[in-house]
């Protein structure tokens, strides 16, 4: 297999910050950290409360990630004040969300074949400006389907379910990852590139990791969490190494093409 990308989510180191309306810890510099101990871009969310990621966050890390030629991957919601933004920064990759103020995380995927009139012409405007567009989606076929439509270079699968059933010890764990499998088999038949994330930790990383098709998974909550006992640097080296592990037989998949060129 192909090596796998890891995609660190900075955001809620800006959220330690907000908590007491300082300007530090600096998701900046944890951004800078995370790509000095392997990561291979970085994420970050800009929500339209602004309750972790700041405007002036996604300014200094669009400067960062260009000067260091790594991606920024820019979670956004499908608004016209988030395409504004991603239209003028450029990043290399925005990754197209649900969004709804009262949740305390991303609960799901988004729903692309509900929404195709309203997404497809967003996708295409980011598309021709260079931007390579994912869309984040429950593993469900009628949604991997739904974003080819639109016109996505990228699905990235939602992981949340599955790592909670996991921590839960519950047999719907085996099932999940079955539709992971699956969606990852068919968004690749479709010529689909595919990423994964949510929830992902230590214990979790490994089966992900193991299905070929996935190409890059994007990691931010548990990392930032696990930051606090042992170090930001030392979390993601771990991570990387359960990662490459995974990937480690070289005798079940062909080689996936890999490429930050937009």
Request: charged content about 25%; aromatic content about 4%.
């Amino acid at each position: 297999m192909s090596k796998l990308r890891l995609g660190v989510n900075i955001d809620h180191v800006a959220t330690v910050r907000n908590a007491r309306g300082e300007g530090y810890p600096d998701p900046v510099r944890a951004a800078e950290m995370a790509l000095a101990a392997g990561a291979d871009g970085v994420t970050a969310h800009l929500r339209e409360d602004r309750r972790h990621i700041s405007d002036a966050d996604i300014d200094a890390l669009a400067v960062i990630c260009r000067r260091r030629g790594r991606p920024l991957n820019f979670e956004m919601a499908v608004t016209a004040e988030m395409e504004a933004i991603a239209l003028a920064h450029k990043p290399h990759a925005a990754c197209l969300v649900p969004e709804r103020r009262e949740e305390v995380t991303t609960e799901g995927g988004l729903d692309v074949a509900g929404g195709h009139n309203r997404i497809a012409p967003v996708v295409q405007r980011l598309a021709d400006a260079g931007i390579r567009v994912s869309c984040f989606i429950d593993a469900d076929l009628t949604q991997v389907a739904a974003s080819r439509a639109a016109g996505a270079a990228v699905v990235e699968l939602h992981t949340g379910a599955y790592c909670q059933a996991v921590r839960e010890r519950s047999p719907e764990a085996t099932h999940l990852l079955e539709n992971l499998k699956a969606a990852a088999s068919e968004a690749h038949r479709l010529g689909l590139e595919v990423h994964a994330g949510h929830g992902i930790d230590y214990e979790t990383v490994k089966a992900v990791a193991a299905i070929p098709e996935v190409m890059e998974l994007n990691i931010g909550h548990f990392l930032i969490g696990e930051a606090i006992f042992i170090g930001l640097g030392p979390a993601i080296q771990r991570m990387r190494a359960l990662m490459d592990e995974a990937r480690a037989p070289a005798n079940s998949a062909p080689e996936f093409a890999k490429s930050y060129s937009k």
